[in-house]
Nanobody
Framework: QVPLVESGGGLVRPGGSLRLSCTAR????????LGWYYQAPGKEREWVAG???????MYADFVKGRFIIDRDNAANTVYLQMNSLKPEDTAVYYC??????????WGQGTRVTVSA
C-alpha cells in the first residue's frame, strides 16, 4: 500500500475550484501533521499549506484567502480546497509531512492545470 495517495486534480478554468485529497497510510504518516506542496513546471517544489495537531492551519502567502486545508482523521485524509484558481497555480500537488517533508516519501502527486 502506497503511504500517500493524492487525487482530485484536473483541468479547471481561471476562477474555478478544485478539491484535492491525500489519503495517508496510518502506520506511516500521521494525518495530524500533513501539508500540501506543489511543483510548478520547471520549478522547485514549494510548500502550500499545512495543518498541525491543534488544528491550526498555515498557508503560503500566495494562497491565503483562496485555499483551505482540512483533515478527516477517521479517513486518514487531508484535503485542499482550492478556490479562485489562477493560471500560476498550475502544478503537480503533493502531500507529505508538515513542516518538514520526508525526502524519500513523495507520492505521485495530482496534477492541476488552470487554463482557459
Amino acid at each position: 500500500q502506497v503511504p500517500l495517495v493524492e487525487s482530485g486534480g484536473g483541468l479547471v478554468r481561471p476562477g474555478g475550484s478544485l478539491r484535492l485529497s491525500c489519503t495517508a497510510r496510518g502506520d506511516v504518516f500521521n494525518v495530524n501533521t500533513l501539508g500540501w506542496y506543489y511543483q510548478a513546471p520547471g520549478k522547485e517544489r514549494e510548500w502550500v499549506a499545512g495543518i498541525i495537531p491543534s488544528g491550526t492551519r498555515m498557508y503560503a502567502d500566495f494562497v491565503k484567502g483562496r485555499f483551505i486545508i482540512d483533515r478527516d482523521n477517521a479517513a486518514n485524509t487531508v484535503y485542499l480546497q482550492m478556490n479562485s484558481l489562477k493560471p500560476e497555480d498550475t502544478a503537480v500537488y503533493y502531500c507529505n509531512d508538515f513542516p518538514v517533508p520526508r525526502d524519500n516519501s513523495w507520492g505521485q502527486g495530482t496534477r492541476v492545470t488552470v487554463s482557459a
